[in-house]
């Protein structure tokens, strides 16, 4: 049985969550704080994380922060915070998918379904990458130019290791946002375009001129090596 721990420091919307998951078969846990949510992760490892922005102690970002130093859990944020701004900052901190306050309760038992899935596909990396520039490890989430470190962002990982498990292979705008931001995403060919330009100006030598990060206009991406 898959658990899930709901962060949240609204007690009405916690026991509405809880009943709805324990209904569709899962074990639920409540906390209302972030240092509990940080407690209950190290003690009960759940499969899947729904963390609200807005704690009485801790911000819902360092949370996520403080999760990723150590865990590679699904994280699926809820937040009245709407800015695509916060967004993106949520999503750079290792968030799995956003969703937005107030949200239909068939919407959000799809989301905890796909990070389920997204979260056991984690589990089986995708093959080292080598290419005559830089060099890729998945399992140690690890990039390096010439035996130099270069840091890449959770969401910047996620983007690289779909293209890497079809190396050479056009991968579709929406099949990208799909599985990097999660089922209700699907047109914010923005952000593919915004991440895609990030990482170009860290892996390529002539970011202008991409060889392995390539672009098939209006269609999608592909991982050339």
Same mark, same amino acid.
């Given at each position: ?34 240092? &509990?949510?940080?407690? &209950? ?185």
């Amino acid at each position: 049985m898959s658990v899930v721990l709901v962060v949240d420091d609204e007690p009405h919307l916690r026991r509405t969550l809880a009943i709805s998951l324990r209904a569709r078969g899962y074990e639920v846990e409540t906390v209302g704080d972030g240092r &509990s949510a940080l407690q &209950s992760v190290a003690e009960r490892s759940p499969d899947v994380v729904v963390l609200d922005l807005g704690l009485p102690d801790l911000d819902g970002i360092d949370v996520l922060r403080r999760l990723r130093e150590t865990s590679s859990v699904p994280v699926i944020v809820l937040s009245a915070r709407t800015d695509s701004a916060d967004k993106v900052e949520a999503l750079d901190a290792g968030a799995d998918d956003y969703v937005t306050k107030p949200f239909g309760m068939e919407e959000f038992q799809a989301r905890v379904r796909a990070a389920l899935r997204r979260g056991g596909e984690n589990d089986l990396h995708p093959a080292a990458v080598r290419t005559d520039h830089f060099d890729l490890d998945f399992a140690e989430r690890t990039a390096t130019i010439g035996g130099e470190v270069v840091r890449l962002t959770p969401t910047e990982w996620r983007l690289l290791a779909v293209l890497a498990r079809r190396p050479g292979h056009l991968v579709s705008q929406k099949d990208l946002l799909h599985e990097v931001w999660g089922p209700g995403y699907g047109r914010e060919s923005n952000y593919l375009r915004v991440y895609a330009n990030q990482l170009r100006r860290k892996l390529e030598p002539d970011p202008a001129r991409p060889r392995y990060l390539v672009t098939d206009p209006g269609q999608g991406y592909r991982l050339e090596v």
